[in-house]
């Protein structure tokens, strides 16, 4: 239910999960490269998540995203 905060930070994290999936995670032994590729996978991937939402959602979910 996104009309509460519960179920905004709900779908906030589910989207972070999926992202962290997506995008490979992170280990403590990474190099810069990797980690710099990580981090636009999990950009790329959260605006992609984002965009497939509608305009209500989103503005709910900037509060807490």
């Known amino acids: ?8 930070k709900a779908l906030s994290n589910r989207i972070r999960v999926a992202v962290h999936k997506v995008c490979g ?3 403590a032994r990474q190099s810069l490269g990797e ?3 990580y981090q ?4 790329r ?3 992609n998540a ?7 959602t989103k503005a709910r ?3 807490n995203f």
């Open 25 to 27: 995670g992170t280990t």
């Open 1 to 8: 239910n996104l009309s509460t905060v519960a179920g905004q």
């Open 40 to 43: 636009t996978c999990t950009n």
């Open 61 to 63: 979910l900037a509060v």
């Open 45 to 47: 991937a959260s605006q």
């Open 35 to 37: 980690m710099q590729d």
């Open 50 to 56: 984002l965009a497939s939402l509608d305009k209500a």
